[in-house]
């Protein structure tokens, strides 16, 4: 089967611009904690529980943008290093005041980084939540700020993002 796949890499057509990411479902240890992360710390709402085995929450209202459960995973540990999976969920903020306030939220609640860096088109702060999921949150600078190569292609890079100047933005 890899065979097959390594020759479907590049698709005739690609996929429609219109598709986007519609939500993540992460397994967790622990549905209170979890939920104690994601809303009360980054603040999402809680918009159902479904007992102590799963939860759904969003930002402004949305069916859900992160489902929570226990199904396969209560009481369990984190993937080990060198294991496959998923290896972050990225939420991406509007504004960098809004990423700066998600800054503001970790530094409160005693959340350390993993790392924080400048992509040239995005700023990402890189943590990880009570279960050991890679988390980035990220906003990205409008399309016309983005850097390009003499021949327009996109330049991203990877540069230290500069923390103090993000939390004068909250």
Known sequence: MSDRLTTLASPDRPI?????????????????????????????????????????????GYHHHIGLNTWESLGGSPPPPGSTGLFHTAILYPTRAALADAMRRLA???????????????????????????VELYWDRPRDLWPLEADGRLAMFTGRLDLEDLLREA
Do not use: M, W
């Open 16 to 60: 429609d611009p219109g598709v986007r990411i519609g939500h993540v479902h992460l397994k967790v240890a622990d549905l209170d904690r979890a939920l104690g992360f994601y809303c009360g710390v980054l603040g999402f709402e809680l918009i159902q529980r479904y007992g102590t085995q799963a939860a759904f929450v969003s930002a402004g």
């Open 108 to 134: 409160a609640a005693g959340i350390p980084l993993d790392g924080a860096s400048d992509h040239g088109v995005s700023e990402a702060l890189y943590l990880r939540d009570p279960d050991r999921n890679g």
